[in-house]
């Protein structure tokens, strides 16, 4: 079997990016770059993994995790990372392949079959993943030889203009054989345009020493490197097609694809149906034949077969819906759950609850969870019905099969079969609107007469 070791190099500024965060951090579909790069390198099954990482940069050694990471301080180029990478990995015979943590959007098929490419006979001790991108622009240029094969990578600003006029670009994937990586990258010097240790000197440094190099291209879009944010933004949406091209080739119907978002973890089951311009935030489960309606908003929420969620919906974290459950329009739910076929139609805010089966929740109805200081449990047992406009003041629970009246302000238990009305009570004086409203028509129609009367 052949040994693989991956490199992935994260140690950079990203200054082009003008953020306070580390580039790699950036997320593409709610999920950080480089854990991208690295959920693309796992099926790959790789002996060791490590991630080079700039001083300071402890959320990138916890998002690498569990890879290993190594320190490159202060960042000297990428060739300087390798470097940095290869004296942590020791001697290592197999594949070394180096992947650039700001190119997100990278398959597993693409790196296997550059990996391959390089293990083809006769065998190269550098294969270099290509593309031709609409506008080359800042990538490093591919020489090729007569014969095809590669025979320098010339960064752009060192470039003749006979050079940047060559389409063939660097993506910055690299796969060395391990037994020449280490000779090769310490031949690299920084007598460059940026004094930077260039890991794309490598290849004409192994020509020299008359060491076969070779090129593979694969697609532009997939090899895109996030410097910018507009660049975050094209690789958002290249995302976000792959994921709606994913889940309706697993059975789910989206009415617009275009318009729904999903995150990277984002499971939803078949014979679901997904109608225009839904969000889902991370950590979302949603089950088999579940029907979600236009403008609604899911994150961190499970969602069992067969409910309706929406139109205009909003899940938030800790959310479990059971089967069969209907949430409807401008309903607001956080770490609640709701049992079996329970209904919660219209206008309502129900935080930190527990709901069981077959509750009707109605109009307006509001938890009032939180004192100002601390969060409080609403229960609400199974077969409960409760009247539009309720206000549950929490901690309170209402009992199997109670009903609460509409407009009740509830801050006792009730218990289970009884009615609770918290309410002003209900007078009626008949005839009085009549006298009411004769009185106030006098009254209108003796300051009409003092007005004329002032004017004279
Ligand atoms: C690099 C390549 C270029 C290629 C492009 C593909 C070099 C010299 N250039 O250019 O040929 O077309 O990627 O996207 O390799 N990094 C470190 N340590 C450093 C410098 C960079 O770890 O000292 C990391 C960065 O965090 C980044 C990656 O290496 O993840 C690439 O660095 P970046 O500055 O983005 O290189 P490019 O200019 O895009
Ligand atoms: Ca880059």
């Given at each position: 079997m052949n040994s693989l070791a991956v490199i992935v190099l994260a140690a950079g500024d990203g200054t082009r990016m003008k953020s306070a965060r580390p580039k790699v951090l950036h997320q593409i579909a709610h999920q950080p770059m480089l854990r991208h790069v690295l959920d693309a390198v796992a099926p790959l099954r790789p002996q060791r993994t490590l991630v080079v990482i700039g001083r300071e940069m402890a959320a990138v050694a916890a998002a690498a995790a569990p890879a290993e990471t190594v320190v490159q301080a202060p960042p000297l180029g990428t060739g300087h990372a390798v470097k940095t990478a290869l004296a942590a990995l020791g001697e290592f015979a197999g594949d070394v392949l180096v992947l650039v943590g700001?190119?997100?959007?990278?398959t597993t098929e693409t790196l296997a079959s550059l990996i391959a490419e390089r293990r083809?006979?006769?065998?190269?001790?550098v294969a270099v993943l290509g593309m031709r991108p609409p506008d080359p622009g800042a990538y490093g240029r591919l020489v090729l030889a007569t014969d095809g094969s590669l025979e320098a990578i010339i960064e752009a600003r060192e470039a003749s203009p006979g050079q940047r006029a060559i389409t063939l670009c660097n993506s910055g994937v690299i796969v060395f054989e391990g037994r020449y990586a280490p000779d090769l990258v310490d031949a690299i010097g920084n007598k460059n345009a940026k004094r930077e240790y260039y890991l794309t000197d490598v290849v004409a440094i192994a020509r020299k020493r008359g060491l076969l190099c070779r090129t593979i291209e694969a697609s532009a879009e997939e090899l895109l490197g996030v410097n910018s944010r507009p660049e975050l933004a094209v690789a958002e949406a290249t995302m976000q097609q792959r994921l709606r091209a994913k889940h309706m080739a697993a059975g789910v119907t989206l009415i617009?694809?275009?318009?729904v978002y999903f995150s990277a973890d984002t499971a939803i089951g078949r014979d679901t149906v997904i109608e225009p311009s839904v969000v889902f935030g991370p950590g979302v489960r949603v089950g088999e034949g579940v029907e979600i309606r236009a403008m609604s908003h899911i994150t961190g929420a499970t969602i069992g077969d067969g409910a309706i969620v929406g139109p205009f919906a909003r899940l938030r974290p800790g959310t479990e819906l059971g089967p069969r459950v209907h949430v409807g329009n401008f309903v607001e739910l956080k770490a609640v759950r709701l049992g079996e076929g329970s209904k919660a139609n219209h206008l309502t805010y129900i935080g930190d609850a527990v709901v069981g089966r077959e509750v009707n929740i109605g109009a307006g109805?509001?938890?009032?969870?939180?004192?100002g200081f601390l969060k409080h449990e609403t229960r609400i047992e199974d077969g409960a019905f409760i009247g539009s406009n309720a206000a549950l003041v929490a901690p309170v629970t209402i009992g199997a099969n109670a009903i609460v009246g509409a407009g009740s302000v509830i801050t006792r238990d009730v218990p289970a079969d009884a009615l609770a009305l918290g309410r002003g009570e209900q007078v009626e004086k008949p005839g009085a609107a009549r006298a009411l409203r004769a009185r106030g028509a006098e009254a209108k129609r003796q300051r009409a007469k003092g007005k004329e009367r002032s004017k004279v």
């Open positions: 700001d190119a997100a959007l990278i083809r006979a006769p065998q190269a001790a617009d694809p275009t318009t109805t509001i938890t009032c969870n939180y004192d």
